[in-house]
Each structure stands twice: as structure tokens, then as C-alpha cells.
């Protein structure tokens, strides 16, 4: 054994083009960290660590050594050990392009199209674009759809990412839908296209022509030193000895199964996307691992008479390819079984996952939701196994899949190769899956299902049903089976086979995972679309004897067919800038966000891309495991014993100063005596490297005793009547006598769930203590530096003129990145205080989401008094806010959501209620639209059920009871609703609304399972923030004397482009290009005592301040300027300079005056309000509940822009996380409190899928709004709540279902309108089949919190 022989093997590889050599190879390095850490490459970044968002995707390039091909692909540098890179050459976003060399094409249109806002995101949608166009130079959209699922995006919506990739597509590539044979090009709708209309335009926001052409010659070529080494490979087996584990990689199969007798329980670790996932999230450790990457068996392809042999090693990208050639070639009798593994592989994982995950990883690890497993099983697949005894072939079965010991591997033996036979005539075998988004999804439920006829008939002769998801194996309803072999296909076989499969595969009702009864339905749906699906190509088999063939309804063709919507088109119609503006005023132009192309090439610095500082620490929190319990006793003994472990802060640790005040409430940092919530601090680990800091956190013991009452939903804060002061009460009109004289009352409830924030970039701070005065600097990801500094000042008992506060940008915030930031960074200065060292705290993602709170889920319960003609006349309305253990924002959330209930309608009389519940989860927090997302959903819900009720169309109650003209708000405040009628009637016209309504009802007539729905839902949102010091601003403004100008103000840059606005604003008002300004970031010591910035205003505060310092400069220099009218800002500043001029000014804005009295429920309290409409169209398989977003036209008022293309970004990016709000995003809670969905496997925000296929955004010709900045709208929040409109257009297509099938009356659907709502709303003869669970019978795996 040549291993045991040899010492440490050297690690070589490339990235990008340079070698790199490592002597002490650690197994446990992955890329990400390598390439951050070690080579200083921080463009690839960390988002998840777990393969699921794309953040850190690079392009592995690697040389067959039979072939001499090259392989280039996508991968997650996350989940890649660097020992697995042997031989390879990596590429990273710094390789391809950068500011100071070359930009690459890919990068360049990325920002150019306005794909980038926070640019967390950026550089991995740039590396997998790459990665796509290094293999397929003028890709489809489908493929490039199918490269980009695999990564996320939480700011931009996907449109743009998806305008730049199109680009690239052949110019003749249109968008591929031949819907009623017209190509999407040729439609009507796409007459807007490219075209001006009065003061708008419909231009694209970027030049095409301008941008770099793709040249594939100018890439890197690949190595030759590691071609050479692919070709004369050295046959000795390498060893990497890490500090806990050895890496054992042998060149040939004897080699591979002699180190397999010897370690039989190390794992073989292929893509590493199974073993690495489970050492990192469940702990599960390995002190060997062997790597067979290089044994040429384990990736062999062979085609046999009887089927294909493809070596387990093999990647799932690549068993796609085989399987497609030989789905071309063959006949179709034949590749029954490659068909359906094909459908499910285009959309297993995502790509990056597909590249590196092998056939036998998938096979071997036997998830219980593997999408391959159930298929193999049913197509009588073969596992070849070899061991030093021998080779031995298994069936891959039922036992084999319940790990049944006798049809086991043994643990010395490998899995070479997977036989997968070929079909035969009279055999079919089918695919299914539904998975919460359709695209890098687990399955929720899948299935694998093959039948063989006897020949020529209809008589099954035998049939193999497996399903996955629905246990903790994929299972076989096996006795079923059995039982229908002899029956005839007909709809009597299928009724018995979904009662004989309902009671083989029972399912528990609290089976792990919930959603039991949709799983149940799902069971019946697939079989009951196989029944359909083999039907059809039956009845086409045996055409010449029809009596074989039962008759199939035309409307239940569309079971199978496909969503009726494939292609992405855009329109997007915004404001000219006026013909009579200079050219070189940029205030209106489309211009890209000023960091695009450093985001586009990674050269954007965030925190953690900082690199690391002398004798820095990292600091690591342990969290409480208990919802509510009182602290017994802490042991940090353990964890003290580690080495490098520095220090254990307790509560104790920070004795009196362990506490600050959270607006009404004094909170405690880190908890002593009692936890209220699992997530809660406890203590923080400080050691010299992240990794010796996050074991150590594991070894902190903490015992509790767990205490009564456990609050943990809205219900049972009510029950106890547990809630944060002070309760808000608004009462307009005379509600009870308006009541007396109504038509019709209803009354209802509904609730909304939460919502994570999910910013890309998790929460992120470096404290650098300075010694000298105490003075401290703190880089930090937050929207609210002054808290920061405030609390930390507090906490180190210091003056706050000590702690400076330093924001570059930050990855995404949208609201949750306040608070809870500040007391992070309270507790890593505490610890850089103690240590006298700089602190990083970097949080992983699922603490980051364990930890830090969401959006209030909400219940809503109303009872509304209306007209027969649909006039609303009272509604009593209370609602709810699940705030969580902290008062936070939670009681500011709920006022918003009183004040802002109204939406768009004029109530008369209205009385409203809110309450935070105070509760023992995770405390809440802001969250764009900050209540009024929920407070305006359940309004809508109320609309939609007075129009059911009422029999009227819903637009028509909607436009009925809707502000018109002047009018007063329910806290009688004067508001001015032009601009929302405008917006309601042109959204109405753009999107063809009645059109498209007749053609959906069309629709609805002709399909019995497929339904589409429409709704059209205004919007209007008052835009303020209640407090005249809340929205103060300052600015400072410096001319340098070689006429440079350097800006500063106090709004954060969060990806909504502030920067790129301010120094729009700095060039109109000092009559300067753009590329002369500067801004280096928001600092507390440039600008004080700063506001946090959010609430939509950030651009419209700060920019006045900025106006105001300009205008001083401008009013300073005037002198200057008229007598040398021709000169340069370096003539002028010089000048100046000379004359004793100040060359700097500070600006200043007070803010809007806002008042409200609770008393009397009247105010003043907004300064303006954005209006909009936004009309969407959806199809749901009624089914399955899963559902395609095919169409949403979106007009807004936003006054006069500042930045059309930032201005797009904002409402597009709002609107997609609206979608993800109300159809997507679920966070499933145990009964015990503990949160479950804690990073992308389990939380799905919306992907590049979830983009409605026509996407048109109109904005409303410019009007006047007074005192804002030109006359500009904040639209940073109140686009996310017209996503609403698909929650509403999929309850329109439920209740198309609904009707059909006999269900009359107002129903009530919750949010989010997930697949599995949207499948169990549209009840039908399988719904009714399945058993269900009496509440209260059993304990649920989750609760609705
Ligand atoms: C983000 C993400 C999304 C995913 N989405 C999906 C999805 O939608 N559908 C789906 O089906 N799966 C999904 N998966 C699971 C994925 O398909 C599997 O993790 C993958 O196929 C395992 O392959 P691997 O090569 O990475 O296995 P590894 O992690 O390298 O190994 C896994 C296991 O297999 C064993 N093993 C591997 N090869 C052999 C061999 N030749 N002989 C003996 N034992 C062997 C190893 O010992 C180990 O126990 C997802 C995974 C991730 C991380
Ligand atoms: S960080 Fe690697 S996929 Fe998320
Ligand atoms: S720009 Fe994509 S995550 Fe922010």
C-alpha cells in the first residue's frame, strides 16, 4: 500500500492561471475559506456554507485523462474540500476580469443591466453565467435558466440578471413559447417595446451596443502543467493529514478497495454536497475520508444489450448528458426510465450541486426526498460492488433503500457502477415531484411508478410504485402493487390502488417534516396523473381495439400538460428626462449603481472581506436551546480547554452593564437566569480563529429547567393575555350604527406568516480597539451606525466620541439589520475591550436567522358591514402581531399597521386594534413595509370576500370603495388619490385586464385540473416617519484643491444605490460630472448622531442635506465662478483656497413635521404617499398546488425619478420579495418553539422561477410632489405589498376549482398560498379519499406561530 508508505502528499492546483502549492493540506479547508483566508480572494463569498444559494460559486476546470477533454463547470466553493482539487484549476471572479486589467463581458453587462444592487450575490450569478458561456458560448434560455437555479438573489427580483444574460443569447433566440403558435416577439403586448410615448419611454435602461462583445479566445486556457500531470499521473495514492483528519485519495480501484477494508467506515466522498452538509450542520465526523476521484472504473460509461452501466463517480450533469444522447438515439419503447430520471434531473439542486454530487453519492446516501432512487428502483437498476473479496452485484430495491442489512452494502464494499436497464414495449415509466418552489427544491413528495401491460391489452402484468418524502426512506407500495396485477387500467383499478396506497403507505400525523394531509394528496395526485399519463399513450397503443381504452374527458387533458407560460419578456416604461436638461445633469437618467461593476468583479469590499488584522480574534455565540426556562447552570470549562479559545463571556462577565434600553423595556445582552427564547445570547466564545471559536461554542454546557407558560403563537398570547404596551386604537365614524344598517356582515380571519429577512450577506462586524484614549473603531454591516455606536459607548461605559462607527455598504438589510446588529457588535467591543484585540463576528447563516428575528407573523379578524351593490360601509378590524421575547420595533410595526390598513379605500366607518403579542420566539423586527404588508393584506383578504359574498367581480368592489379625488384617512389626514385612480386605470388598460380575464374564464372552462386566476390590487402607502427627528439628515460636502469633490452623508448604501443618487444630486446642484465625486462610506465620525436609514426615505432625507451643502458651496463660489466662467473646478477651488473660501460644508434637512394623537386617533403624520397597481395573471395545478407566475404588469406613482433604473430595481426587487411573502416563504416552528427552517434547504425565498414570465413595469408620467427632493417618491418599501397580486390571482384560480367542483361560499386562504394551501383549497375526490387528523389529537411536527 503505497499510502501507508508515503507522508504527506502536496497539494497543487490552480486559480486563476496561478499555481498554487500547499504543503499541509487541512481535509477540513473548503475553497471558500482558502481562497478568502489564504489567498486573499475575497470576490467568492459566503452565503450559506451549505450549497444552497450560489454565493460562492466558482468554475472548476479539469482535464480527462482518457479523453484529454476539458471539463469546465460551476461549483460551490462552500462544500469543495481543497484536497478534493488535486490536478485542478479553479477560477474565481477576480480571474475572469477586474477594473484594473480587462472587464469581462459577463461582468460588465451584469452591472450595465442593473443586475447588481447590494452585490452580495453578484460575483456567484457572474461565475455561473461564466461557467455556462465557457461551455456554450451563444446559450437557449432554458439553459441558461437551468445554470443560473442554483443561485440567489434577494435584492434585484432576477429581471435585470436575467435581461444581462439574454444578451448573450443567439440574437434569433426568442422566447421559445409557441403559445397559440405566436412567438412572444410577435404579440401585442410587446408593441411598447423600445418605444416613446409622450414623457415616457420604453427604451431598454442600458446600451447594448455599447457592451463588450463575448470573445471566448481571450478566456484562460487551462493549464498545461496540469494537463501534463493529467496524462502522466503518478499512480501513488495521496494522503493529506489535516489536524483531525486524514484524506486518503488512491489511483486505482485495488488501491481504493484496500483502503476501504482498512478504514470500512470512512466515508467515499465524491461532491462532498452529502458528507460535507452532514459533518458541518449535524456535527457527523470522519477522522478518514477517501476520496476515489481519480479511478478510472467508478466513471466509465458502458452500453450494454440490455441497458446503460454508468460508473458511480460520474456526476449528475454528466449522467444528464449521457442520458440525453441515448434519449435521441434509441427508440421510445426503450428509454422509458432515462426519460423520467432526465425530467428530474433538470431540476435536482441546482447546478453547481449537479456539476460536483455523483450518481452513486445520490444512491448511496438514500435521502429520504432522493429525486433518483424511487426511478432507479421501479426501472429494476443494478448496484455492481467490488471489495477486496470480490465484485458482487445487488438489486437497488426496497430493502436496499431501507437499508435492510442483508441488501445492504458492507461497509468494506464500493459501488462501482449503476446498471440502468432499458424499458420494454408495453412498459411506461413515469416521474413526479412537488417540491415547495420549482426550481432547488427539495421534494416535498416524489415518485417513481413503471407498469408493463400484457401485450396488446390493457392488463397490468406488473406495476412498482416508490415515493419519497413521505418516510424517512424512499418507500415501495409494494402489497399494493401486488394487489393490482390482473386489473384492468380503468378508473375502478385506480380508485382501489389510491385506497390500497393510502393504507400501505400510512402516514402518521405527526410524521417529521408536517404538511401530512397535502403529503397524503400528493400520494393520490401522482398516481392519479400516472393513471392519466399512461392512459393517453395507451389508447394511441391500442387504437386498433378501443374497447381496451377507457374514454378521457378533453378537459382532463390538462393533468399533463405543462404550465401554459415559458418565456421572459420585459417592458419596462419609465420617465424621459426632459429634452430641455443638460446632457450633463444626471438627475432622471437610467445610470448603473456606481459600485455595479465592483460588485459584478468582487472588488466590493463588505465587512468580512477586510482582511485580518494583527493578533485578531473571532468571537462566536452560544445560543439558548430552550424557548423558555430558567438557566440552571453554565459550564465553559470545556470549551476554555481549547486551544486557542481566549475567553467565555457570560452574562456575569458583563455585570451591571448587561443590559440596554429597547425603547420602552430594559432587555438584558446576554441572558442569566432565564431564557425567553430558543436563539436567545447566552455567552460568546472569543478565540484566535473562527473555527477553534465555533467548536468551542459547541462545548459550552448550559443546563436548564424548563418553566411554564411556553407562548409561542398569536392564540396563545391571547389565551394569556400576553402582550407589549401600548395597544393602538383608532375609531373613524360610528361603526356600531353602521353596522345596524348594512346589507350583509361577514366575519373572518386570516393569518400571514413571517418573514426571514434572508439578506445575502449574514450579519457581519470587526471591532478594533485602539488602546490609546479607549478609542474604538467598528466596521460593520448595519443600517443604524448611531445604535451602534450608542450601545457600545454604553456598554463600555465610554462617551460615545470613543466608538466610531464605519459602514462601506451592506449585503441586503432590509430592515433586520438594527437592532439586533448593535447588540452584537455591543457584546464582539466588549470583548475586543477585554482582550485589547480586534474581534470579528461573522454569524453563519443559520444562527444569523435563528438569532435575529423577522417579519411579525399576523393574524387578522375583522367583521365587515357592505351594500348588495358592494359598498363597504364599517369594518371592525384587530390585529396581531407576534412580536417575539423583545419589544424591539414591535409595537411601531403594529401603529403602522393601524395607520396604514386603509390601503386604498375610503372605509367610513372604521375601528382598529392592533397588538404585539409578547411571546417566547425570537423577537421580530422591522422588515420592509414595516406592518403594512400584513395590515393591507387583510384589508384585500376583506375586499376579495365581500366580492365572493356579494356575487361582483372583486375589481369592481375594490374600484368602488376606493379614495377618490381629495379625501381624508381614518386618522383624518388630508390625502390627495389622483395618482391612485390614474395608476388603477392604467395598470387596468396595459395588462388588458377584462381581455384577459374573458380568456382566463376561457381557460378555466376547457381545463378541469390546470386553472389560471387574475387581480388586479392598488396600492397606496404613506410615506413618513411619524417623527420630526426621525427624519433629520446631514451632510458634508468637501472640494479638494485639484477640484475633487469627497461626499458624505448618513444613509447606509443596502444595495437600494443612495450613493449612486447622492452623487447624482452633488453633480446637478454643483453643476459637476458624476465621476468627479466621491463617497467613501458612512462614518459616525464624518456625520453625527446619524438616523437609521430605512423607511423608503433614505435618498429623499440625505439628499436634501446634500442639496443644502451643495447650495452653500455653490452660493460660497459663485463669485469665483461668474467672474472665470470657463474655468475648471480646479481653477475654482484654487481660487477659493486663495481668497480664504471654506471648500467644505455641512448640509443639513430637519425633516418633516408629523404628529399623532392616539387619543383622539388624528394626525398628520405623512409626509406623502406612493401609489400603484399591479395586475398578475397565475396558473396552479390544482393537483399538485404547485403554480407558475405568468404575468404582472405593475404601474407605480413615484413623482419624479431620480434614477429610472435604481427606481425599476426598487419595485421589482420589492414586488419578487412580496411573491416570496405571500406564495413562498415559511418558517416552520416546533411545538416546542425551536425554529426549524434555518438556511436555503428549508427556507425558500423566491429563485429566478418564481419571475413572472412577462414582467412590465410602468411608472406615471412625472407630477409634482412638494418639499421632497425634485419632487421624487421613496419607493424603497411599498413595491414589495403589490405582490399580493399573485396571492390574489392564485385565489381567484382556486376559486375557479373550487366552483367547478361544486364548492359555493367564502373561503378563507392563509399566507403564504404555498403548494400545499393552493392543493388542499382545491378539494376534489382525492382530498376527500385522504384520512385526516382531529386537531388537538396528536402533537403536529410544526405550529402555526
Ligand atoms: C443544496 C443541495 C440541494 C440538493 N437538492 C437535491 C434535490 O433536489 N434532489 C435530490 O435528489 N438530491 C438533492 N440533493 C442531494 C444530492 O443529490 C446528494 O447529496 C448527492 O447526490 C450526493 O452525491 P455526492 O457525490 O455529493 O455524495 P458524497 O457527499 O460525496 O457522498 C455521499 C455518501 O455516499 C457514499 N458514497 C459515495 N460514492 C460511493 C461509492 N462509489 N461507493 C460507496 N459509497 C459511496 C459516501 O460514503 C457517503 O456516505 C441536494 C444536495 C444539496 C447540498
Ligand atoms: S455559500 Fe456556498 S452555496 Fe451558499
Ligand atoms: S444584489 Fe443580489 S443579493 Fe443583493
Redesign the pocket.
Known amino acids: 500500500m503505497s499510502f501507508a508508505l508515503n507522508g504527506p502528499s502536496e497539494l497543487l492546483f490552480y486559480v486563476n492561471g496561478r499555481k498554487v502549492t500547499e504543503k499541509n493540506a487541512d481535509p477540513e479547508t473548503m475553497l471558500l475559506s482558502y481562497l478568502r483566508k489564504k489567498l486573499h480572494l475575497t470576490g467568492t463569498k459566503y452565503g450559506c456554507g451549505?450549497?444552497?444559494c450560489g454565493a460562492c460559486t466558482v468554475m472548476i476546470s479539469r482535464c480527462d485523462p482518457g479523453t484529454k477533454k476539458i471539463r469546465h463547470y460551476s461549483a460551490?466553493a462552500c462544500?469543495l474540500s481543497i484536497c478534493s482539487l488535486y490536478g485542478a484549476a479553479v477560477t474565481t471572479v477576480e480571474g475572469i476580469g477586474s477594473t484594473k486589467t480587462r472587464l469581462h463581458p459577463v461582468q460588465e453587462r451584469i452591472a450595465k443591466c442593473h443586475g447588481t444592487q447590494c452585490g452580495f450575490c453578484s460575483p456567484g450569478m457572474v461565475m455561473s453565467l461564466y461557467s455556462l458561456l465557457r461551455n456554450i458560448s451563444e446559450p437557449s434560455m432554458d439553459q441558461l435558466m437551468e445554470a443560473l437555479g442554483?443561485n440567489l438573489c434577494r435584492c434585484t427580483g432576477y429581471r435585470p440578471i436575467v435581461d444581462a444574460c439574454k444578451t448573450f443569447c443567439k440574437a434569433t433566440d426568442c422566447c421559445q413559447s409557441k403559445e397559440n403558435g405566436i412567438c412572444c416577439l410577435d404579440q401585442e403586448e410587446n408593441e411598447l417595446l423600445d418605444s416613446e410615448q409622450g414623457n415616457r419611454t420604453c427604451q431598454k435602461p442600458f446600451q447594448e451596443e455599447e457592451f463588450l462583445p463575448l470573445d471566448p479566445t481571450q478566456e484562460f486556457i487551462f493549464p498545461p502543467e496540469l494537463m501534463m500531470m493529467a496524462e502522466k499521473q503518478p499512480k501513488i495514492t495521496r494522503v493529506f493529514y489535516g489536524e483531525r483528519i486524514t484524506w486518503i485519495s488512491p489511483v486505482t480501484l485495488r488501491d481504493l478497495l484496500e483502503v476501504k477494508a482498512k478504514y470500512p467506515d470512512?466515508?467515499?466522498?465524491?461532491?462532498?454536497?452529502?458528507?460535507?452538509?452532514?459533518m458541518k450542520f449535524k456535527g457527523i465526523f470522519h477522522s478518514v475520508i477517501?476520496s476515489?476521484d481519480r479511478i478510472a472504473e467508478?466513471n466509465a460509461v458502458n452500453y450494454t444489450d440490455n441497458g446503460l452501466t454508468i460508473g458511480?463517480?460520474c456526476?449528475?450533469a454528466q449522467l444528464k448528458d449521457v442520458l440525453t444522447d441515448m434519449i435521441l438515439e434509441l427508440p421510445g419503447e426503450k428509454t422509458q426510465t432515462y426519460r423520467a430520471l432526465l425530467k428530474?434531473l433538470k431540476?435536482?439542486?441546482?447546478s453547481q450541486?449537479r456539476n460536483?454530487?455523483?450518481?452513486?453519492?445520490?444512491?448511496?446516501?438514500r435521502?429520504s426526498?432522493?429525486?433518483?432512487?424511487p426511478l432507479l428502483a421501479v426501472g429494476n437498476c443494478t448496484l455492481n460492488l467490488a471489495s477486496k473479496d470480490g465484485k458482487r452485484q445487488i438489486p437497488l430495491n426496497n430493502q436496499f433503500l431501507m437499508r435492510v442489512r442483508s441488501s445492504d452494502?458492507r461497509p468494506e464494499?464500493?459501488?462501482?457502477s449503476v446498471n440502468i436497464p432499458y424499458s420494454r414495449k408495453w412498459e411506461f415509466v413515469s416521474a413526479f415531484r412537488q417540491?415547495p418552489r420549482q426550481q432547488?427544491?427539495?421534494?416535498i413528495v416524489?415518485s417513481g411508478m413503471r407498469v408493463l401491460f400484457e401485450e396488446d391489452t390493457n392488463i397490468i402484468r406488473d406495476i412498482c410504485i416508490f415515493y419519497g418524502g413521505i418516510s424517512s426512506t424512499t418507500v415501495c407500495a409494494k402489497k399494493s402493487c401486488q394487489k393490482l396485477i390482473g386489473r384492468a387500467w380503468n378508473e375502478e383499478m385506480l380508485g382501489d390502488a389510491c385506497r390500497l396506497v393510502l393504507e400501505e403507505l400510512f402516514l402518521p400525523a405527526s410524521a417529521l417534516g408536517g404538511k401530512v394531509e397535502y403529503k397524503r394528496s400528493l400520494i393520490v395526485s401522482f398516481l392519479f396523473k400516472f393513471y392519466i399519463e399512461v392512459l393517453q399513450v395507451l389508447k394511441m397503443m391500442v387504437s386498433l381495439n378501443p374497447a381496451l381504452g377507457p374514454y378521457l374527458p378533453s378537459e382532463y387533458g390538462s393533468v399533463l400538460e405543462d404550465f401554459h407560460s415559458k418565456h421572459y419578456e420585459t417592458v419596462l416604461r419609465y420617465q424621459k428626462v426632459d429634452t430641455k436638461q443638460f446632457p450633463q445633469d444626471p438627475i432622471g437618467r437610467p445610470i448603473m449603481h456606481l459600485s455595479g461593476i465592483r460588485h459584478a468583479t468582487g472588488e466590493a469590499i463588505y465587512c468580512d472581506d477586510m482582511p485580518a488584522l494583527e493578533q485578531e480574534l473571532f468571537l462566536a455565540f452560544v445560543t439558548s436551546s430552550r424557548a423558555h426556562a430558567k438557566i440552571v447552570s453554565i459550564d465553559t470549562s470545556e470549551a476554555l480547554k481549547l486551544p486557542g479559545v481566549i475567553d467565555v463571556l457570560t452574562g456575569k462577565d458583563l455585570q451591571d452593564v448587561n443590559s440596554f434600553r429597547d425603547f420602552l423595556e430594559t432587555e438584558e445582552i446576554l441572558a442569566t437566569n432565564e431564557v425567553f427564547s430558543v436563539g436567545q445570547l447566552v455567552c460568546a466564545v472569543v478565540a484566535d480563529s473562527d473555527v477553534q471559536a465555533k467548536r468551542a461554542a459547541h462545548l459550552v454546557k448550559i443546563e436548564y429547567n424548563d418553566l411554564k407558560p411556553l407562548i409561542l403563537t398569536i392564540e396563545d398570547a391571547i389565551q394569556h393575555n400576553s402582550f407589549y404596551e401600548p395597544e393602538r386604537k383608532i375609531e373613524y365614524g360610528n361603526v356600531d350604527e353602521a353596522f345596524k344598517t348594512v346589507d350583509q356582515i361577514l366575519e373572518g380571519e386570516i393569518h400571514i406568516g413571517g418573514q426571514e429577512h434572508f439578506y445575502m450577506e449574514t450579519q457581519s462586524m470587526l471591532v478594533v480597539p485602539h488602546g490609546e484614549d479607549k478609542d474604538m473603531d467598528i466596521y460593520v454591516s448595519t443600517q443604524n451606525p448611531r445604535l451602534a455606536q450608542d450601545i457600545v459607548a454604553s456598554i463600555l461605559r465610554v462617551p460615545s466620541n470613543k466608538i466610531m462607527c464605519h459602514v462601506k455598504r451592506v449585503g441586503g438589510a432590509f430592515g433586520g439589520k438594527s437592532i439586533k446588529t448593535s447588540i452584537l457588535a455591543a457584546i464582539t467591543a466588549f470583548a475586543a475591550s477585554k482582550t485589547g484585540r480586534p474581534v470579528r463576528c461573522i454569524l453563519e447563516r443559520g444562527e444569523d436567522i435563528l438569532i435575529t428575528g423577522g417579519r411579525h407573523p399576523y393574524l387578522g379578524k375583522y367583521k365587515v358591514g357592505f351594500m348588495n351593490d358592494g359598498r363597504i360601509m364599517a369594518l371592525d378590524v384587530v390585529h396581531y402581531a407576534n412580536g417575539g421575547f423583545m419589544l424591539d420595533e414591535s409595537v411601531f410595526v403594529v401603529e403602522m399597521g393601524i395607520l396604514k390598513l386603509d390601503n386604498a379605500y375610503k372605509i367610513p366607518n372604521l375601528r382598529c386594534r392592533g397588538l404585539a403579542c409578547k411571546t417566547n420566539l425570537p423577537s421580530n423586527t422591522a422588515f420592509r413595509g414595516f406592518g403594512y404588508p400584513q395590515a393591507a393584506l387583510i384589508t384585500e383578504s376583506c375586499m376579495t370576500k365581500v366580492a365572493a359574498q356579494s356575487g361582483l367581480p372583486p375589481e369592481k368592489v375594490r374600484m368602488i370603495n376606493m379614495y377618490k379625488e381629495m379625501d381624508e384617512t381614518h386618522y383624518k389626514q388630508e390625502i390627495d388619490a389622483k395618482n391612485l385612480i390614474k395608476c388603477w386605470n392604467e395598470c387596468m388598460e396595459i395588462s388588458s385586464y377584462y381581455r384577459r380575464k374573458a380568456m382566463v374564464e376561457d381557460f378555466n372552462k376547457k381545463n378541469y385540473w390546470k386553472k389560471k386566476g387574475i387581480a388586479l390590487i392598488p396600492m397606496k402607502f404613506p410615506i413618513g416617519l411619524c417623527s420630526l427627528a426621525a427624519g433629520q439628515a446631514a451632510a458634508l460636502v468637501h472640494i479638494y484643491l485639484d477640484g475633487s469633490v469627497l461626499v458624505t452623508h448618513c444613509g447606509i448604501e443596502m444595495g437600494q444605490g443612495v450613493h449612486t443618487k447622492m452623487i447624482q444630486v452633488v453633480s446637478r446642484e454643483l453643476g459637476m460630472p458624476m465621476d468627479n465625486i466621491h463617497l467613501r462610506g458612512t462614518s459616525t465620525e464624518t456625520i453625527p448622531n446619524g438616523n437609521v436609514s430605512g423607511g423608503s426615505v433614505v435618498a429623499d432625507l440625505n439628499g436634501l442635506a446634500l442639496k443644502d451643502a451643495c447650495q452653500i458651496l455653490r452660493k460660497r463660489l459663485e463669485p469665483i465662478i461668474s467672474k472665470n466662467p470657463y474655468g475648471t473646478w480646479k481653477e475654482w477651488a484654487q481660487e477659493a483656497f486663495n481668497q480664504s473660501i471654506s471648500l467644505s460644508a455641512t448640509g443639513y434637512f430637519r425633516g418633516y413635521e408629523s404628529n399623532m394623537d392616539w387619543e383622539k386617533g388624528e394626525g398628520h403624520l405623512f409626509h406623502y404617499c406612493v401609489y400603484g397597481t399591479a395586475c398578475s395573471e397565475v396558473e396552479i395545478d390544482c393537483l399538485t398546488g404547485d403554480h407558475k407566475n405568468i404575468r404582472t404588469d405593475i404601474v407605480m406613482d413615484i413623482g419624479h425619478s431620480i434614477n429610472p433604473a435604481l427606481d425599476i430595481g426598487q419595485v421589482e426587487g420589492a414586488f419578487i420579495q412580496g411573491v416570496g411573502l405571500y406564495t413562498l416563504e415559511e418558517l416552520k416552528y416546533s411545538p416546542e418553539g425551536i425554529l426549524y427552517t434555518r438556511g436555503?434547504?428549508q427556507y425558500k425565498i423566491p429563485s429566478f422561477c418564481d419571475v413572472p414570465s412577462e414582467l412590465n413595469i410602468s411608472f406615471l408620467p412625472p407630477s409634482k410632489v412638494a418639499h421632497t427632493l425634485y419632487s421624487s417618491k421613496g419607493l424603497g418599501e411599498s413595491g414589495l405589498f403589490l405582490g399580493s397580486s399573485v396571492f390574489f390571482a392564485l385565489h381567484d384560480a382556486i376559486l375557479a376549482a373550487r366552483q367547478e367542483r361544486g364548492f359555493s361560499g367564502v373561503f378563507t386562504l392563509n399566507s403564504p398560498l404555498t403548494p400545499e394551501k393552493i392543493r388542499m383549497a382545491c378539494e376534489d375526490k382525492f382530498t376527500k379519499m385522504i384520512p385526516k387528523d382531529e386537531p388537538g389529537s396528536y402533537v403536529p411536527w410544526d405550529i402555526r406561530v
Open positions: 451549505g450549497g444552497g460551490n462544500l442554483g470512512a466515508p467515499i466522498v465524491m461532491g462532498n454536497t452529502t458528507v460535507g452538509p452532514n477517501i476515489p467508478l458511480a463517480g456526476s449528475l428530474h431540476t435536482l439542486a441546482g450541486i460536483v454530487a455523483s450518481l452513486g453519492g445520490s444512491v448511496i446516501s435521502h426526498t432522493s429525486d433518483l432512487n452494502l464494499e464500493i459501488l462501482i417540491a432547488n427544491a427539495l421534494a416524489n436555503p434547504e
